[in-house]
């Protein structure tokens, strides 16, 4: 068994934004005359797509929206989110995130990303940092109704990398996920992946617990230890 595919989170393990995220969410729902509560964001939203955390949150306050009022409150978060974005010198990627891409690109593995974030936004933070070249499949929250911990966002990623690239003949267990949050982590281990926790969003030693590998920053993951660990068809915790 090999490793072929590294399949990445967006919000919290790409990019630096979950402060931006909460106060955007936070600036709706004082646009619907509700009060943000202590510690809701991080309960309610982090890890999840935006239909489910907003569906979420107006539901705990007794709000019943429909979907259509509930894709334009979304629609309204991502313009903002991409304005805000603009105005930056330099989009807030992690640190040490271009030189993995670049080591995983040198070692001919696939890379693509999984995540609840809207396709438009995941589009403008790549361009804009200039390392959309290094993905080569998407799956994205305008496409899937479910929000991680489903598994259903990488079993899809691995179905469409099939599809599209069926030399490559990838399977789970070829895979290996980064993602910064409990519900990403086990989203792909309920899909049969593997996962590296970077502790971008949470304290170390809460990733540590529910993650594969666990590491602090990018620079930290030795590609080579884990390439010789899928070699020897392992499927352990290595910290």
């Known amino acids: 068994m090999s490793l072929k595919a590294i399949l990445f989170d967006f919000n919290g393990t790409i990019i630096n934004d979950e402060r931006l995220h909460k106060k955007l969410i936070y600036q709706i729902m004082l646009q619907e005359n509700l009060r943000p509560l202590s510690g809701e964001y991080r309960n309610i939203c982090l890890g999840k797509s935006d239909r489910i955390g907003l569906r979420e949150l107006l539901l705990r306050r007794g709000r019943v929206v429909s979907d259509e009022y509930l894709e334009g409150l979304i629609r309204k978060k991502s313009l903002a989110y991409q304005q805000r974005l603009e105005k930056l010198q330099n989009i807030p990627i992690y640190p040490g995130m271009k030189e993995f891409l670049q080591q995983l690109q040198e070692a001919n ?101 529910l993650a594969n590998w666990s590491v602090d920053y990018f620079r930290e993951i030795e590609l080579e230890r884990l390439q010789q660990f899928f070699a020897l068809g392992k499927e352990t915790v290595l910290q």
């Open 109 to 209: 593995i696939f890379m693509g990303i999984v995540t609840g974030a809207l396709r438009s936004d995941v589009n403008f933070v790549l361009e804009k940092a200039e390392i959309r070249e290094y993905f080569s499949i998407f799956v994205t929250g305008d496409e899937i109704n479910t929000s991680k911990p489903d598994p259903s966002g990488y079993l899809l990623a691995v179905e469409r990398i099939n599809r599209n690239f069926p030399l490559l003949q990838v399977e789970p267990k070829n895979c290996l996920a980064i993602e910064d949050s409990p519900a990403g982590i086990e989203a792909a281990k309920q899909a049969g992946i593997q996962a590296i926790g970077i502790a971008h969003s949470y304290p170390f030693h809460i990733i540590q617990r």
